[in-house]
């Protein structure tokens, strides 16, 4: 039976990308959303079209109860996990802290903090050779912008992110002798919808000339250092950044 990956967050973007990546490399890819069903059927059915395995399962990650739904599904139609992506996670419009209201930084944590980190907490119950598991890994999907702390734009996006990093470096001391590796990615600005949805859609026109190498990234890109770091069986605790530069 093939290797299984759960993706978080696989309807569109990155999260799609890798998908797409990592079931031509021989996973059967669970691909999570949590509203936009047709594009992650979509996400499916190319996957299948190219003779790849995947299936589509809704879930709120920001909700505890539909992170263990989620683990659920993937319980019940496939019986294993081997990876998982953390990488659903959202912005918001831009805003210095001094007007941000507690409900904004509050759904923020959730969805790009807690969220992980439950789904983590899943994934290490499976996997974890002291609990019978048969080892696996787990890459987080952070931002350049927990380097670079998003100044009046998004000081509390950057901040989940910091807690990704961090999640990512403790998880990964914590499981090592457990058969699991815990990486993290750092993208810079790269071509997704998220832009969109913070009323930022012109920060890929922008930002391109603001990144040493000239340019933003592609979803592919970002995929590319997924897959390496899922692939790369010395690295634990491991962030790399993919920014072009910045
Ligand atoms: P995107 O295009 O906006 O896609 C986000 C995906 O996450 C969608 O499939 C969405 O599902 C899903 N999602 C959102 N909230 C969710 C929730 N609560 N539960 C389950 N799924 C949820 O995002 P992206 O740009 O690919 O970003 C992916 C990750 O990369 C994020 O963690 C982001 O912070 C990080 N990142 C992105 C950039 C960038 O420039 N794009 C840079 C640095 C880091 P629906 O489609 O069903 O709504």
């Known amino acids: 039976m093939n290797p299984v990956m759960l993706i978080t967050g696989a309807g569109r973007g990155i999260g799609a990308a890798t998908a797409q990546l990592a079931a031509r490399q021989g996973y059967t890819v669970v691909v999570n959303y949590l509203r936009d069903h047709r594009a992650a059927e979509g996400v499916v059915s190319a996957i299948r079209e190219a003779g790849g395995q995947a299936i589509a399962a809704q879930a709120d990650v920001a909700s505890e109860d539909g992170i263990r739904g989620l683990f659920a599904i993937v319980d019940a139609e496939l019986g294993r996990l081997d990876v998982l992506v953390n990488n659903a996670g959202v912005v918001d419009v831009n805003c210095r ?31 974890s050779t002291r609990r019978g598991g048969s080892g696996g890994a787990i890459v987080n999907v952070s931002s350049v912008a927990a380097r670079l702390g998003g100044p009046d734009e998004y000081v509390d996006y950057a901040a989940s992110k910091g807690a990704v990093d961090s999640l990512t470096r403790g998880l990964a001391r914590e499981v090592a002798g457990e058969g699991i590796r815990v990486n993290a990615v750092r993208p810079g600005v790269i071509r997704t919808a ?18 040493p190498l000239g340019r933003i990234g592609e979803p592919e890109e970002i995929a590319s250092a997924i897959m390496w770091l899922i692939g790369s069986e010395f690295s634990t605790g491991s962030i790399i950044d993919v920014d072009g530069g910045v």
């Open 97 to 127: 802290v001094e007007d941000m209201d507690f409900e904004r930084v509050e759904r923020m944590m959730r969805i790009n903090v807690a969220g992980p980190m439950i789904c983590a907490r899943e994934a290490v119950k499976r996997m």
């Open 194 to 211: 998220i832009h969109a949805s913070a009323d930022n859609a012109n920060k890929v026109d922008v930002a391109g000339q603001r990144i």
